[in-house]
């Protein structure tokens, strides 16, 4: 039998509950689950089938699977509330910039345990996917979606440009110089886009140059290094192409340059394989590349979802979650959920599966999505400060991007007001 001790450093203690596996559940016992997914439509139904194949599998046990809430976003307010309450589910859909929060709510369940009991699964999901889903020293849930940041183009605009593909080793020089001559006013046309609503959608667009210029998001102390001179850097080089070269289209609410690109009135964006369905839809003629480089450093920044798992100080709901979650992100039953539905793979293993050959053939770019989870190198921090860090480095950009202030400052300014939470 093996312990959890649920009980965080980072927050208030919670349940401690020994946590086994299901085989040690004993035979006749009924066990009941609850399963925010999160998800709605299509995708809703699909994981809905895959419950009910699990429990035909193991008799006595009941998934109630339902959203969870009418949006995915309102996911994180509604389990808050249910922390409170004590209505929280045994599993949920959680964005990984949420999973620090859950993580220190003093609600989670610690798996690493059972992970480090058998490690060899585990070990396929991309490394920062991993560690996206650790706190600390302890594991609070499993992939449920991986995801990175690379350009989309529309090869018809570059070809009206005259303008070839962009190779896989190209530049940011590169991708600013594309940007110009894509940028053509007179037709309504932006070279590229960037969102300025200020929220994580307008961050983690920036962690990738960050990165490659040598900086980090935190120091060692867990306190802001985002305003280096490799962050001012990054922020400077959207400066430059937004109010000198006029090629990025500023996206006030961040909903509409994704819809402007499937239109034909953007003609590079840096997104995540999320779109690749609706492009398919469209029909459109693009094209997928890595993210450009410095110095030959093609880093990108992951965007893992999870399935966050909670506890209930009850060893057997606790040891069913834990093996549906395993179940479910298993090669077999992902490429019927993940890759069916459009997305990458969570393990690596099932980028050799014919469902996967299937997936790139439906989906041009998709292998290039998936090669680029090897560039995925470092999450984003798993601190429970990084929320309202994000909207305050979120707000700087959006501040540089507009004229109003200079990247120095902006990010500066940033790091003062987000040191408090960071050290509460």
Not at 3 to 17: D, I, K, N, Q, R
Not at 216 to 236: Q, R
Not at 383 to 392: I, K, R
Request: proline share 5%; aromatic share 10%.
């Amino acid at each position: 039998m093996l312990t959890s001790a649920c009980g965080e450093s980072s927050g208030p203690a919670g349940p401690s509950t020994k946590v086994v596996t299901i085989d040690d559940i004993k035979p006749g016992t009924t066990v009941d689950i609850t399963w925010w997914h999160g998800q709605t439509s299509d995708a809703a139904r699909l994981l809905g089938r895959l419950a009910r194949e699990y429990e035909k599998a193991h008799p006595g046990v009941t998934i109630k699977d339902s959203a969870g809430a009418s949006t995915t976003d309102e996911l994180l307010t509604k389990l808050q509330a249910g922390f409170a309450s004590d209505t929280y589910p045994d599993i949920s859909y959680a964005y990984g910039s949420w999973v620090a929060k859950l993580g220190s709510s003093g609600r989670s369940l610690d798996i690493s345990p059972l992970i480090n009991a058998a490690p060899e699964a585990w070990a396929e999901f991309p490394e920062a996917a991993r560690q996206t889903a650790t706190v600390g020293d302890r594991i609070v849930g499993m992939p449920a979606v991986n995801g990175n940041l690379a350009v989309i183009y529309n090869r018809t605009l570059l070809k009206k440009a005259g303008l070839a593909d962009p190779s896989p080793d190209w530049t940011w020089d590169d991708f600013r110089a594309y940007a110009k001559k894509l940028n053509d006013p007179a037709h309504k046309i932006s070279g590229t886009a960037y969102s300025v609503a200020g929220n994580e959608d307008t961050t983690w667009h920036l962690w990738p140059q960050l990165w490659q210029n040598g900086g980090e998001v935190l120091d060692t102390s867990g306190m802001p290094a985002f305003n280096s001179d490799a962050g001012v850097e990054a922020l400077e080089f959207w400066r430059s192409m937004a109010q000198d070269d006029k090629s990025v289209y500023l996206d006030q609410n961040g909903e509409k340059y994704g819809q402007m690109f499937n239109a034909g009135s953007i003609a590079m964006q840096i997104t995540g394989p999320w779109v690749l369905y609706d492009l398919k839809k469209l029909k459109m003629d693009y094209g997928v590349q890595v993210l450009p480089g410095t110095d030959g450093d093609h880093q990108t920044v992951g965007g893992f979802d999870m399935w966050t798992l909670f506890d209930h100080s009850d060893t057997n709901k606790a040891a069913v979650a834990y093996d549906f979650v395993k179940w479910l992100t298993a090669p077999e039953q992902d490429v019927r959920w993940n890759v069916a539905n459009g997305n990458l793979p969570l393990r690596s293993s099932a980028g050799n599966t014919p469902e996967f050959a299937q997936y790139v053939a439906d989906f041009p770019g998709a292998d290039v999505f998936f090669a680029n989870m090897g560039n995925a190198k470092k999450p984003r921090p798993t601190v429970p400060g990084y929320q309202a860090m994000s909207v305050e480095v979120g707000k700087a950009i959006s501040e540089v991007l507009l004229g109003a202030k200079d990247a120095r400052t902006a990010l500066d300014e940033a790091a003062k007001a987000s040191e408090a939470e960071l050290v509460n």
